[in-house]
């Protein structure tokens, strides 16, 4: 919804109503992941999109219906040689869409306070009933402190604001099954939560000509940057113009300083023992998605070296990522900052690093939490079949 959000914050702030469509299962290969949204104004105007033109003309019919005041509903869209390049998903997958409304000014303000968290950066979880024994498009706003709305009876909001929660700080969106009052291992309710975290963080070490390539693309790809170095003529901002922040401190008196939570990537470009060696003790002790380190396999023994000096043991080296990147051949700053971020995203989604066309099978891999898979349970399982 990112994409779409000033969009959506002005049609709320001139009470102009709306239909939003948002994907919130996917089954097999498909162009958008669950979250992703559209939405049809009473204009007609359009924003957004659920699957990239393949079934939008279809979606944007039913948003009409509901705008007129048909109730919310859940929409799927598969694929048939039939209806290949009609309203089917000519990737081969199905996406399942719920269509609801916001017509009222009670409705357009609740969704403005929703769009304004998500603007600020503020962690926060959409709760929305998709079919069962609770009301279709029931909708619950969940965050860590507070929580505004119902999905019908005290027991099935309890269940929900606690799952929620844990789905918000993993930064993880999906649906899940609940009996009628939030009995667990039942499916009479399901419920899409769609979570907004902040941006997760990319923190650079070392103000090189290699990180301001890696911080360029760690922007692209939606990460908060962040590049620190110890020498203050090369931490500045007209070096970094696309970082969120550029700090002048020594490495690893700034790791030990700040948040580093599961979803950080951490890159360490700076090639000097004085700087890497207790920098990357500190970052072996946190819980960062990815660690990354530049340098020639020289280095990297001699390096490994001086962290077992530290006093690392070997469990915590295997997280190190060094040399840092893939095989691509990379010479460039630009092309290794390439490098880096492709095995930053294959370490995040569990590729193989290998030419798609070398494979078979499914094409997009699904999200897993940290050290385990999803607890959100996909669409197509059932409490029964645990």
Sequence with gaps: MRDILPALRSRCAACTPLALATVVAVHGSAPRDPGAAMAVDVSGAVLGSVSGGCVEGDVYEVAREVLAGAAPRVVAYGISDDEAFGVGLTCGGTIEVLVRAYVSEA????????????????????????SGAAETGARMVVRPADVHGTLGTEGLDAAVTDDARGLLEQGLTGIQWYGAHGQRRMAEVSVFVRTYAPPPRMLVFGAIDHAAAT????????????????????????????????????????LEA????????????????????????????????????????????????????????????????????????????EETAVSIAAEIIQHRWGGTGRPLGELTGAIHHRATAPGGPSPATPAAERPDSW
Excluded: N
């Design 107 to 130: 409705e357009l303000a609740d969704l403005a306070a929703l769009l304004d968290l998500i603007a600020a950066d503020r962690p926060v979880a959409e709760a929305t009933v998709l």
């Design 215 to 254: 911080a360029r693309i760690g922007s692209f790809l939606g990460y908060r940057v962040t590049v620190c170095d110890a020498r203050p003529a090369f931490a500045t901002r007209e070096r970094f113009p696309t970082a969120d922040e550029v700090v002048c401190a020594w490495p690893h008196d700034y």
């Design 258 to 333: 700040t948040d580093i939570d599961a979803r950080t990537v951490i890159c360490v470009l700076t090639h000097d023992p004085k700087f890497d060696v207790p920098l990357l003790v500190a970052a072996l002790r946190t819980p960062a998605a990815y660690i990354g380190v530049m340098g020639s396999r020289r280095t990297h023994h001699d390096r490994l070296a001086r962290l077992r000096e530290a006093g690392v043991d070997e469990a915590r080296l295997t997280r190190l990522a060094s040399p840092v990147g893939l095989d691509l051949g990379a010479r460039t700053p």
